[in-house]
């Protein structure tokens, strides 16, 4: 009876830290904002390098912490979930905008002023910068800890690509600020770092389900090859959504009421996220490491 009550205080116990997470996820943009009524800033202020990299690395440890969480059966070693997110924020995020850049660079499709949902703007969206971005981050863990031992049942597709988006998701944050000059108001660019993380995360995470499903499936080569097209191809329109939501708020004068816009993007990234949520349950419940009913 001794296994039961250790296993269902486990249990409790990660819950109790899975919200202490998500407590310090909402602390963050409080504390911000908290900071903004404060000092009684009504303008945006100036972060330095140091200041921008906290803003932007603050949400992804705690989000990575939560996702690590989510393999509750048999979590993954540390090293190797950090590791990953690393490799998302040196190697993936740099080799996707160098990509995009040397495509399609998106100057000339800004200076044609396209409306939200023109054809030529969904294209960019979802086949180059979603594409790419999702390739990126498809690479670093398919060449890397995808060939471990480590990597021994299909929720780990799911842990490892979350970590490695919420690496990707830290570069992109802490780039956003400094495209702005290191100029931002802090609650709106918490709450934006927050919500990026979360979005890229959870585009990852798609993709990661249907690699941890593929790599165990008794399917053969080519249709494991499809099933890996499919993941990759949807992670993408995921990602492009994303982005088309973005284009369609500054379109709309949202730019003007920040956290409206804040607002658009935590819904597309909080519905992509849940479904990966279900999606994870329905693994830990086929899991080979679940402790037998006694």
Same mark, same amino acid.
């Given at each position: 009876?001794?296994?039961?009550?250790?296993?269902?205080?486990?249990?409790?116990?990660?819950?109790?830290?899975? &919200?202490?997470?998500?407590?310090?996820?909402?602390?963050? #943009?409080?504390?911000?904002?908290?900071?903004?009524? #404060?000092?009684?800033?009504? =303008?945006?202020?100036?972060?330095?390098?140091?200041?921008? +990299?906290?803003? /932007?690395?603050?949400?992804?440890?705690?989000?990575?912490?939560? *996702?690590?969480?989510?393999?509750?059966?048999?979590?993954?070693?540390?090293?190797?979930?950090? $590791?990953?997110?690393?490799?998302? !924020?040196?190697?993936?995020?740099?080799? !996707?905008? *160098?990509?995009?850049?040397? +495509?399609?660079?998106?100057?000339?499709?800004?200076?044609?002023?396209?409306?939200?949902?023109?054809?030529?703007?969904?294209?960019?969206?979802?086949?180059? /910068?979603?594409?790419?971005?999702?390739?990126?981050?498809?690479?670093?863990?398919?060449?890397?800890?995808?060939?471990?031992?480590?990597? @021994?049942?299909?929720? @780990?597709?799911?842990?490892?690509?979350?970590?490695? $988006?919420?690496?990707?998701?830290?570069?992109?944050?802490?780039?956003?600020?400094?495209? %702005?000059?290191?100029?931002?108001?802090?609650?709106?660019?918490?709450? %934006? /770092?927050? #919500?990026?993380?979360?979005?890229?995360?959870? &585009? /990852?995470? +798609?993709?990661?389900?249907?690699?941890?499903? !593929?790599?165990?499936?008794?399917?053969?080569?080519?249709?494991?090859?499809?099933?890996?097209?499919?993941?990759?191809?949807?992670? !993408? #329109?995921?990602?492009?959504?994303?982005?088309?939501? @973005?284009?369609?708020?500054?379109? =709309? $004068?949202?730019?003007?009421?920040?956290?409206? $816009?804040?607002?658009?993007?935590?819904?597309?990234?909080?519905?992509?996220?849940?479904?990966?949520?279900?999606?994870? %349950?329905?693994?830990?419940?086929?899991?080979?490491?679940?402790?037998?009913?006694?």
């Amino acid at each position: 009876m001794r296994r039961p009550r250790w296993s269902l205080r486990r249990a409790r116990n990660l819950v109790g830290t899975k &919200f202490l997470l998500v407590a310090g996820l909402v602390g963050f #943009v409080v504390v911000c904002w908290l900071g903004e009524l #404060v000092a009684g800033l009504h =303008r945006p202020v100036h972060l330095g390098p140091a200041l921008a +990299a906290l803003m /932007a690395g603050i949400p992804a440890i705690l989000w990575l912490g939560f *996702f690590y969480l989510m393999d509750r059966h048999e979590p993954e070693p540390k090293q190797l979930v950090v $590791g990953v997110c690393v490799l998302g !924020a040196l190697i993936a995020a740099p080799l !996707a905008s *160098f990509v995009i850049a040397h +495509a399609v660079p998106q100057v000339p499709i800004e200076q044609a002023n396209l409306s939200w949902h023109s054809l030529d703007r969904i294209i960019y969206a979802v086949l180059i /910068a979603g594409l790419a971005q999702e390739m990126c981050k498809y690479a670093v863990v398919r060449y890397t800890v995808y060939m471990s031992r480590e990597f @021994d049942e299909p929720m @780990d597709g799911i842990v490892y690509m979350m970590a490695c $988006g919420t690496g990707f998701a830290a570069w992109v944050t802490y780039h956003r600020l400094s495209g %702005q000059g290191h100029e931002v108001r802090l609650s709106t660019g918490a709450a %934006q /770092a927050v #919500v990026t993380t979360l979005a890229h995360a959870s &585009f /990852a995470g +798609a993709l990661g389900y249907v690699m941890g499903r !593929a790599k165990f499936s008794r399917r053969s080569a080519p249709i494991r090859g499809a099933l890996l097209m499919g993941g990759l191809l949807g992670a !993408a #329109v995921l990602n492009g959504q994303f982005k088309i939501v @973005d284009y369609w708020i500054q379109q =709309r $004068g949202f730019a003007q009421h920040p956290w409206r $816009g804040v607002g658009y993007a935590a819904l597309c990234a909080t519905a992509v996220f849940a479904v990966i949520w279900f999606a994870s %349950q329905r693994l830990l419940r086929a899991s080979p490491f679940k402790e037998p009913p006694r």
